[in-house]
């Protein structure tokens, strides 16, 4: 069974910065694309940033520059960080990871919808 589990979120002022983190188990990270989302509510949930397949970053135009997507290896065990800097009252939402399968034809990049998510972890920034 996969699981993935979030956490740091929290509240930060303008300008400051996060570090989340997504643990997972049941899953193999180089057979999975893994990405980072949010949602604010009553809006539709925006992919922030993923890693592919062979380990090759996207983001979203909003986040290019202040937000990095990030994995480690420890002890065979595997961890999704999503680092964000310069942090600003729009990047307010509930951040999920997700592991997913799809790809787009004839390439690693990551395409939708993902297989698994985890149960999200909520970032406030004030102004």
């Known amino acids: 069974e996969v699981q993935l589990v979030e956490s740091g979120g929290g509240s930060v002022q303008a300008g400051g910065s996060l570090r989340l983190s997504c643990a997972s188990s049941?899953?193999?990270?180089?057979?999975?694309?893994m990405g980072w989302f949010r949602q604010v509510p009553g809006k539709e949930r925006e992919r922030v940033g993923a890693?592919?397949?062979?380990?090759?970053?996207?983001?979203a135009d909003s986040v290019k520059g202040r937000f990095t997507v990030s994995i480690s290896k420890d002890n065979a065990k595997s961890t999704l960080y999503l680092t964000m800097n310069s942090l600003k009252p729009e990047d307010t939402a509930m951040y999920y990871c997700?592991?997913?399968?799809?790809?787009?034809?004839?390439?690693?990049?990551?395409?939708?919808?993902?297989?698994?998510w985890g149960q999200g972890t909520q970032v406030t920034v004030s102004s």
């Open positions: 049941g899953l193999t990270y180089s057979s999975y694309c």
């Open positions: 997700a592991a997913g399968t799809w790809v787009v034809a004839g390439t690693s990049r990551c395409a939708e919808p993902y297989n698994y």
């Open positions: 890693i592919d397949t062979v380990g090759l970053p996207s983001y």
